[in-house]
């Protein structure tokens, strides 16, 4: 492949798609203004935050693709030069990930309650995050990609942290979710689509990371560690909105349970039991009726999944006299 291959194609099928998942993204802020969620503050701050970082970013990097595609036309030298839009990603993508992690790592303490955890992933992602500033401040002093190997013993622990503080934060949630299950379907088609979630909340971000940090070591004279590394930061912010809007399809799954009068949520479960008749006694049949309401109040923290378990209703005999 030639030089406008290798560097401008790369670059610009990862500014056409980090500008796909912005339009995504930008969705799910609008539905998330929508849904008149209850939040705390820091919640509504973090999506207003992340909401002008997606929007400037995108905006700088067809910015990027405009100097180098239209104002050097003529003048493809320009293509092994730093400009700013580009060492400017890697800022945004730690600051991007750290507070998605943040996020996502004060759910999976308000789920399982494990508070070692919980300063462990917070202590991993805080390192993350200043080794993010520090590779972008580096990256921001690279005037020409001759310098960019220079980088290597900083961009890839970072992106390697990244990769793990991610996958330790899914597998804590996939755990808890998993010793969580009822034994009742619906319920377990609810908490499958939590699972589902958590899922997601590592794998995508890591493959971007992964990639990005493979064609880095692999050929870092082109740009194609660019075309993966440009739309990091929009990953992040999908699997955080996307966490934030799952709230709603659960309220419609539990609503929707409550009318047709399931298993799990505010239906009537019903005991009935016959025992023994014989001449001289007496049989008592006794039903007793168990109503659960399931109601959202989003100004309240969710409680660990644990402490459910003690609701969960249990057989009992009737009495005969």
Request: net charge positive; hydrophobic share 45%.
């Amino acid at each position: 492949m030639g030089l406008f291959d290798t560097n401008l194609g790369a670059l610009l099928i990862g500014v056409l798609f980090n500008t796909f998942l912005y339009g995504i993204v930008t969705l799910q802020y609008a539905l998330y203004h929508n849904a008149k969620f209850n939040d705390p503050l820091w919640i509504r701050a973090t999506v207003l935050v992340l909401f002008f970082l997606d929007t400037f970013h995108s905006a700088s990097v067809i910015y990027l693709i405009w100097v180098y595609a239209i104002e050097n036309y003529t003048n493809p030298l320009i293509l092994f030069t730093s400009i700013w839009p580009y060492p400017f990603t890697v800022v945004v993508t730690a600051i991007t990930a750290y507070m998605t992690q943040l996020f996502l790592a004060y759910r999976m303490f308000r789920l399982t309650g494990q508070r070692i955890v919980y300063l462990i992933i917070l202590v991993a992602a805080s390192a993350t995050f200043l080794l993010g500033l520090v590779a972008g401040e580096k990256a921001w002093r690279t005037v020409s990609l001759a310098q960019i190997p220079a980088l290597r013993p900083i961009l890839i622990p970072w992106l390697c942290l990244e990769v793990g503080v991610d996958a330790m934060i899914s597998s804590v949630l996939l755990y808890a979710l998993s010793k969580s299950r009822t034994g009742f379907p619906r319920s377990d088609n609810i908490i499958k689509r939590l699972m589902r979630t958590s899922i997601q909340t590592g794998l995508c971000s890591g493959i971007f990371s992964i990639l990005s940090m493979t064609f880095f070591i692999a050929s870092p004279q082109t740009h194609f560690f660019g075309m993966f590394g440009i739309p990091i930061s929009r990953v992040y912010t999908n699997t955080l909105m996307d966490t934030l809007l799952t709230r709603q399809a659960l309220r419609k799954m539990l609503h929707k349970e409550g009318e047709n009068g399931s298993d799990f949520d505010s239906a009537w479960t019903r005991e009935n039991s016959v025992n023994r008749v014989t001449d001289n006694s007496v049989q008592l049949h006794v039903r007793r009726e168990v109503r659960t309401e399931v109601y959202f109040d989003d100004s309240i923290p969710p409680t660990p999944l644990s402490t459910f378990k003690k609701y969960l209703p249990s057989n009992h005999s009737s009495p005969t006299v």
